[in-house]
């Protein structure tokens, strides 16, 4: 399962990759001859989330229409026409048109690779797996930190080109997604990729009820309208289901941890000044990627002991409060109050561990598990969609705003979402772990709820 998130280490260095090139590219030092502004380093950050609204529609209609390994093959050869372009020209033109290529990669990896990995692992170990997607990409953007502070500006080019290219070779060995098989009437293909995927004899009795589980689900979905958002729309516990999934994917990107992860290295060079760090800004921005890793490794161990419901709970609460520490850190160093070095650094670490701990990955394995297959590719889409607008407006604007009226107002209102997110995942999200479609759609009609108040009644008649 590793083959299928390579991609995703591609779409993490393509984040990474701004921040120790962003001081880059804006001193005297710049490939481009003439160092960026602020406005044109905010638009090479902020382009991939604009252009991955439309492209999570494309690819989604890929992996629908084409099979989902077509589309994992289609984002890994976007993303190599990324890093060529940038290594083909220094323009800004060319480095604004390479970072649209980004947008695709980032909406693939967030779309498919997910859905992928859900069709074709065991339902016991799925949340796990789910959560390599974050893992794979806390390592691309590490990895970016650390090669963009090590090596000359076009080494980091090819080297970040390398994989892109690695995926495109080794993925073709992949088998495609056996409930797309299912989908299109290829049954006895289905079988062998599923024999393939558990290593055991496509007549084995396991296979064979697999095969039957996913011709269920799929036989579920035949009728009904086919503008899948409109049917979700008209549908009361589908609309409340696509609810969760979308605050689920807000709660990720408007925790604070894009524009931390885009811009740490000049966050890091605001919080420095006049404190008297050791570390340079591009080593404290490393130091972040290593948390993230952390972080990211942590999730894959836990979410199947805790469950998702505290996972994403906790972790909101926790990066709301680290985000409020360091926005009064700013106010506070802003009106000359006593302000310890350490606290940004230590807040940022927190904010970005529970990103990658429990925001990132959470939030794509809970819309997975709460959606069937007619519907999960769509429900992404858009989810994705509306989550990359937001980053787009969140980067295009935090450094104009950070240098005229004061980062800690971006890090407050970072906080409040993340505070309410908590509360929303507390008081409305259902707990997925290990339950099929129709388990957690009894839990969000209050099924449960009307069984236990009768059971009540039905006792207190009794006595």
Not at 62 to 82: E, Q, V
Not at 174 to 180: A, C, I, L
Not at 251 to 274: D, K, Q
Request: glycine share 6%.
């Amino acid at each position: 399962m590793p083959i299928v998130n390579i991609p995703a280490i591609s779409y993490g260095t393509t984040i990474g990759w701004m921040s120790p090139n962003t001081l880059l590219l804006q001193s005297k030092d710049s490939p481009t001859e003439v160092p960026l502004t602020d406005i044109e380093i905010s638009w090479m950050a902020s382009l991939p989330y604009l252009l991955c609204v439309p492209a999570n529609y494309l690819v989604a209609y890929i992996g629908d229409r084409y099979g989902r390994k077509l589309s994992i093959i289609f984002m890994s050869t976007m993303c190599a026409a990324c890093w060529i372009l940038k290594l083909s020209s220094y323009n800004i033109w060319a480095f604004l048109v390479a970072r649209c290529f980004a947008g695709i990669v980032m909406a693939a990896s967030c779309v498919n690779c997910p859905v992928y990995t859900k069709e074709v692992c065991d339902s016991n170990i799925r949340g796990a797996l789910g959560c390599m997607l974050a893992l794979f990409f806390t390592t691309g953007s590490l990895f970016a930190y650390i090669i963009g502070d090590i090596f000359s500006y076009r080494t980091v080019l090819w080297i970040c080109l390398s994989l892109p290219l690695f995926h495109l070779i080794t993925f073709t060995l992949m088998p495609e997604s056996p409930s797309y098989l299912v989908k299109i009437g290829k049954e006895e293909e289905a079988a062998k990729a599923l024999s393939w995927l558990r290593r055991r004899s496509k007549n084995h009795y396991t296979i064979q009820n697999e095969l039957e589980a996913i011709k269920k689900e799929q036989k579920n979905d035949i009728d009904g309208d086919k503008f899948l958002l409109k049917a979700i729309l008209k549908d009361k516990i589908l609309f409340k289901a696509f609810q969760i999934a979308l605050m689920a994917a807000l709660a990720r990107e408007v925790c604070g941890a894009v524009p931390v992860l885009n811009f740490a290295g000049g966050i890091f060079s605001m919080a420095s000044e006049g404190t008297g760090l050791i570390l340079s800004p591009n080593q404290q921005a490393m130091m972040l990627g290593v948390v993230q890793l952390t972080g990211s490794l942590l999730a894959s161990s836990v979410v199947e002991k805790v469950g998702r419901k505290v996972l994403m709970a906790g972790t909101c609460l926790i990066s709301g409060l680290s985000m409020f520490g360091l926005a009064s850190w700013f106010l506070a160093r802003d009106y000359s109050y006593f302000a310890p070095a350490w606290i940004p650094v230590f807040t940022l670490c927190l904010c970005i561990l529970c990103d990658a701990s429990g925001l990132q990955p959470i939030s794509v394995v809970i819309t997975g598990e709460i959606f069937s297959f007619k519907y999960r590719g769509s429900v992404l889409a858009t989810t994705m969609a509306i989550a990359s607008l937001a980053d787009f407006l969140q980067l295009l604007y935090f450094k104009p705003m950070a240098s005229s009226i004061g980062v800690h107002y971006a890090f407050y209102f970072f906080s409040f979402m993340c505070i309410s997110s908590a509360l929303y995942t507390i008081i409305v999200v259902p707990e997925t772990k290990g339950r099929d479609l129709e388990a957690i759609y009894d839990d969000l009609r209050g099924k449960k709820r009307k069984e236990k108040n009768k059971d009540i009644a039905t006792i207190s008649n009794g006595v």
